[in-house]
């Protein structure tokens, strides 16, 4: 079992930067591929980012490239994202999840673990 909480978001002019942070408990987090998804107002989940148990790989959505970083700390059991150039269509509610199992990092049923979201808001 993974329990996930992420914390870090909140309201962020256009052009402006947060970090978002996920924070997991268990011993066995560093075997996880860690991922980012996002749900903005009135539509489904999406893919944003994705980290590979030690940190080798990273996945993004094209639309973040180059904007947002995804890193982990095993030693801390915490996943983060740092969000630069924020846009308003950043808006959503962002979750981490954890996946150790088949299937495609971009997908959101390979991820057996999820938290319970953050609200990050960006004004225009």
């Known amino acids: 079992q993974v329990q996930l909480v992420e914390s870090g978001g909140g309201l962020v002019q256009a052009g402006g930067s947060l970090r978002v942070s996920c924070a997991a408990s268990?011993?066995?987090?560093?075997?996880?591929?860690m991922g980012w998804f996002r749900q903005p107002p009135g539509k489904e989940r999406e893919f944003v980012a994705a980290?590979?148990?030690?940190?080798?790989?990273?996945y993004y959505t094209d639309s973040v490239k180059g904007r947002f970083t995804v890193s982990r700390d095993n030693a801390k059991n915490t996943v983060y994202l740092q969000m630069d150039s924020l846009k308003p269509e950043d808006t959503a509610v962002y979750y981490c999840?954890?996946?150790?199992?088949?299937?495609?990092?971009?997908?959101?049923?390979?991820?057996?673990?999820w938290g319970q979201g953050t609200q990050v808001t960006v004004s225009s």
């Open positions: 268990g011993r066995t987090f560093s075997s996880y591929t």
């Open positions: 999840a954890a996946k150790n199992g088949p299937g495609s990092v971009y997908a959101i049923t390979a991820y057996t673990y």
């Open positions: 980290i590979s148990w030690n940190g080798v790989s990273t």
